[in-house]
């Protein structure tokens, strides 16, 4: 963005390209959280198109307690069966959830007398976590949780993580990230020319930015995790596209500019030499030669 004079000043913001506004122009986006995205390296507003997730959570659907696996990340629902504290080498809070297809253990180490109250038996929960392998069978350390009364529907698509700083959550990223989607087509044209995509068989900029931000339900979570999805693929390969363009860039220019030559005003090897607190070896002047 060019800079502009004391006299454009009013009319800067209707002047900057679409996408080149800094973030304050978006809804919820002040001097604090512009100063924190500009710590990731996001200072105009389509840079959140191209600020990419680092891995997803699938909370898309609700998963039956009795189909629980070791090491899965889920979202389920149940009825507290039981909850109380228990003492032993740490004190936790420990509840019992069931969904009538199965039971998980829930412990939580560090919690409040608030917590107590809510996790209390006959509370119809939501919780997500990673399901690990218990003394008494399948279990949840310090899930995520909420009364269903309060819940919303499930995500619509995969719940994206992405690169963050301190200060500045992932509901504020994904909540800037969907402003910044929804005016994708005036941010982010599509450098590639048609005929290039369907030789390479990668997809348009518009759907990849899409996929790769809100993932949908049936998506390859393994996929995505390796980089290896076509829309991350399309990203990839237009980053990479340009690097070799603007090298190739300047090569071009550089043969243009004449290296001026610098002939030294007095031997600079001989004084150095015989600066040297010790005297060369034989094998040392050859080399030098």
Known sequence: MSRLSNSDAPSAVSRVAPGEAPPTQLAGVGPRVAEKLARLGIERSRDLLFHLPLRYEDRTRIHPVGALRPGQRALIEGEVLSAGIVYGRRRMLVWVLGDGSGRITMRMFNFYPNQQRQLRRGAHLRCFGEVR???RGLEMIHPEYRPV??????????TPYYPTTEGLGQSVLRKLTDQALASREEWAAELLPTEMLQRIALPPLTDSLDYVHRPPPAADLALLAEGRHPCQQRLAFEELL?????????????????????????????????ALPFRLTAAQQRVIG
Do not use: M
């Open 149 to 158: 009364a309060d819940c919303k529907p499930p995500d619509a698509s995969l």
């Open 133 to 135: 392998s218990g003394p």
């Open 242 to 274: 340009a690097h070799r363009l603007g090298l190739r860039q300047l090569r071009r220019r550089t043969p243009r500019r004449r290296a001026p030559a610098l002939a030294p005003e007095r031997d600079l090897a001989g004084a150095f030499i015989t």
